[in-house]
């Protein structure tokens, strides 16, 4: 293989010598340019794998080379240096589809691991494990392959991705995707339910704690983003962390640092941040219920997963997919099967609960089946309601019937547990805090 070659674009002789000999011991050769105009000189007539570039130069800034380099050489990987505690540049260069940031004063072991992640872009890609049918994102409908299209593209960036659906679509699958697809894919993937974490026990699952720390600290304990060293931290219903840890979250992603509870020092961290909610989370903003500095971290890029009845031609095939999975965990030696009118059923039901609904349907019914094929009746979902809405009033009249439906299943479930909430909400496949706030809104006494 040929010796990878890095354009380091910096008017401070300094801060490229530094760059140069750090890189000179990894065995990368490096050219320098001392301002865009340079820079853009030198990657007409040569070939990069990496650029390094600074912020701020006489005749521009690192983000003019972003989009210098996104329109003329969109394959080259490129990286930009900012001042310390000023990321707001790097974030809107991210955007762009700069790879990633490090900060002045440059750390030599985080601008070792940014090069070694950006330069394995363009090695030949490691044999993958095939994954199971089940946990592949199933489907050929246009919103499907429009997502599949921008996670690959998401493997060429370590932005923070913001996954954004309804409960149920799939959004730790698609995080799940975005980490096996990007460099990162040989590190660990952490996914954490924030709405799940007792708030006074939130900062030491996050971050960690020193033994002594607190009452019942008896030993050291590793936090989540240690955990996720080098690989991803997949933060499930971001809306729901409180207050007082978006100040402490924005720190750590900002500084890409994190103190343990008890500890005087702070840890570097290598981690990339995927986050996801059902809710939207620029309303919590209004709200101000969440931090809009948090959220704008967390939202460089962000993805949005289709809900199941935007795809119901991926019916069949993701039902089929999902039975594969149910044999596979029932031991049954092979999948059932959907007969014509069943396949018909499931496209006429409008799955508000989206693909999690459809797994709780067809696990339902391969237990209760008495043969390997599975008919309509034996989904025991409601068939399509008759068309009755004028075109005029199709918004408001999809919404009220959602929203009847919604109120359907969940007094269904509350009278399945006796109206014990809790419940209620593990067989909805929500949390208790959002039953409380579906209940409330639509009107359940």
Do not use: W
């Not at 409960?167 to 460099?183: F, P």
């Not at 720390?213 to 080098?230: H, I, M, R």
């Not at 693909?355 to 409601?382: F, G, M």
Request: one cysteine or more; aromatic letters at 4%; hydrophobic letters at 40%.
């Amino acid at each position: 293989m040929s010796t990878p070659r890095v354009l380091v674009v910096d008017d401070e002789v300094d801060i490229r010598k530094l760059i140069e000999i750090t890189l000179a011991r990894m065995g990368v050769e490096t050219d320098a340019a001392e301002n865009v105009e340079c820079a853009r000189e030198r990657l007409a007539d040569e070939q990069f794998d990496l650029c390094l570039t600074d912020m701020r130069m006489p005749d521009g800034t690192g983000t003019d080379l972003v989009r210098h380099i996104q329109t003329h050489h969109p394959t080259l990987p490129v990286a930009v240096i900012t001042a310390y505690g000023n990321t707001d540049d790097a974030v809107e260069c991210m955007k762009l589809g700069a790879f990633d940031f490090v900060s002045k004063p440059v750390d030599i072991h985080m601008l070792r691991k940014l090069v070694e992640s950006a330069l394995s872009l363009e090695s030949p890609a490691s044999p993958r494990t095939p994954q199971p049918a089940q946990t592949a994102l199933v489907g050929e409908t246009a919103g499907i392959r429009q997502l599949r299209k921008t996670i690959e593209k998401l493997g060429r960036s370590q932005a923070p991705v913001y996954i954004t659906g309804e409960s149920g679509t799939g959004k730790e699958l698609v995080a799940r995707e975005i980490h096996s697809q990007g460099t990162r894919r040989h590190g660990p993937f952490v996914p954490v339910n924030c709405g799940a974490i007792p708030s006074e026990l939130m900062e030491s699952e996050l971050f960690g704690h020193l033994r002594g720390s607190f009452t019942g600290a008896t030993q050291d304990k590793e936090g989540l983003f240690q955990a996720a060293d080098g690989g991803t931290l997949f933060l499930d219903e971001v809306a729901d962390l409180p207050l007082h840890m978006q100040v402490k979250l924005l720190r750590a992603i900002q500084e890409r640092s994190i103190r343990p509870v008890g500890a005087k020092a702070e840890t570097p961290v290598d981690v990339r941040i995927v986050s996801a909610t059902h809710h939207d989370l620029a309303e919590r903003v209004r709200e101000g219920v969440f931090r809009q500095d948090l959220f704008y971290r967390l939202n460089v890029i962000q993805v949005t997963v289709p809900p199941l009845r935007e795809r119901m031609a991926d019916i069949p095939r993701l039902a089929n997919s999902l039975l594969a999975g149910i044999a596979e965990r029932y031991g049954l030696s092979q999948p059932p099967t959907l007969t014509p009118d069943a396949v018909e059923r499931l496209q006429g039901h409008s799955f508000p609960g989206n693909v999690r609904e459809l797994d709780n349907v067809l696990e339902r019914a391969v237990a209760l089946t008495d043969n390997d094929r599975i008919t309509a009746d034996d989904l025991q979902v409601d068939p399509a309601p008759p068309a009755s809405m004028n075109a005029g009033d199709d918004a408001d009249g999809l919404r009220n019937e959602l929203e009847d439906l919604e109120r359907q299943r969940i007094l269904e479930a509350l009278q399945a547990t006796r109206f014990n909430k809790t419940k209620a909400a593990e067989r909805l496949g929500m949390s208790f805090r959002q039953l409380r706030y579906r209940t409330k809104k639509l009107g359940i006494d």
